[in-house]
């Protein structure tokens, strides 16, 4: 019983976290009653979106969600050098950009939507659009010799991540 209203009351207890800590952080201050205005922002913004989230996922590992959320703001970083690098050293007509179609495994779209947005946020790389199917996505890239090669990290460095995320 305790559990049904907990559920009812939380339907999203991430997002209520979430949003608990942006209103702290927005008020640039801490006290007891900025936290409970934000615990109860966290509570009621969530019940009454939750109509329009009839198909969050059912399962979701947040310890290798953490792990993954690492790994991506690393490869931004290492990312952003390699972007550098090529801009700096690379002339124009050696450039080798690449459009890429990368199958899908993934199926949810809230993980679909992780994998395009973690491509896009990784510089030199853009998710540019997805199938009708939802089967695959098409990536551009700024400067490769090897498109199997990117697709193939892609998929095994992200993809896999995500579907046992989302499993």
Do not use: C
Request: hydrophobic share 55%; no cysteine.
């Amino acid at each position: 019983m305790a559990r049904r209203l907990l559920h009812w009351l939380m339907p999203h207890p991430v997002l209520t976290l979430l949003l608990a800590v942006v209103w702290i952080l927005l008020q640039n201050q801490f006290s007891a009653g900025m936290a409970v205005f934000g615990l109860i922002l966290g509570i009621v913004i969530p019940l009454i979106t939750a109509p329009w989230w009839p198909d969050r996922p059912q399962s979701f590992r947040s310890g290798k969600m953490a792990r993954y959320a690492l790994l991506v703001i690393w490869d931004i970083m290492v990312a952003n050098l390699q972007v550098a690098w090529i801009v700096l050293t690379v002339p124009n007509t050696k450039l080798r950009p690449a459009w890429i179609v990368v199958p899908l495994e993934l199926r949810a779209p809230e993980a679909i939507t992780m994998l395009a947005g973690t491509i896009t946020l990784t510089p030199g790389t853009v998710s540019a659009d997805l199938s009708d199917e939802g089967h695959s996505l098409l990536v551009h890239v700024l400067h490769t010799t090897t498109p199997d090669a990117v697709r193939d990290e892609i998929k095994t460095r992200y993809e896999a991540r995500l579907k046992e995320i989302f499993a």
